[in-house]
């Protein structure tokens, strides 16, 4: 079964807030995927979204495990 983008990022929960509670970050994080095609620009401006918002960074290496499944996905997943 293909995982969605979506799915991907409702899952994700860096501060213990619960699935799907980081709307406004998930928006911002599709955005970002049609800007960068790397992993390591892709996870700091993640990163920068989450800063910006709770004013602190997820763990650098969630960050990167992120941004690559997310990388991966847009190429094979679902929209």
């Known amino acids: 079964m293909k995982k ?20 406004t970050e998930m928006s911002a994080i599709l ?13 700091q401006a993640i990163g920068e979204i989450f800063e910006e918002s709770f004013g602190e960074q997820p763990d650098q290496q969630e960050l990167t495990t992120l941004a690559t499944n997310l990388l991966l996905c847009e190429d094979s997943c679902e929209l």
């Open 31 to 43: 955005v970002l995927l049609t800007i960068h095609d790397q992993v390591s620009p892709l996870a």
């Open 4 to 23: 969605s983008l979506e799915q991907l990022l409702y899952k994700y929960d860096p501060f213990d807030l619960g699935e799907g509670n980081y709307p």
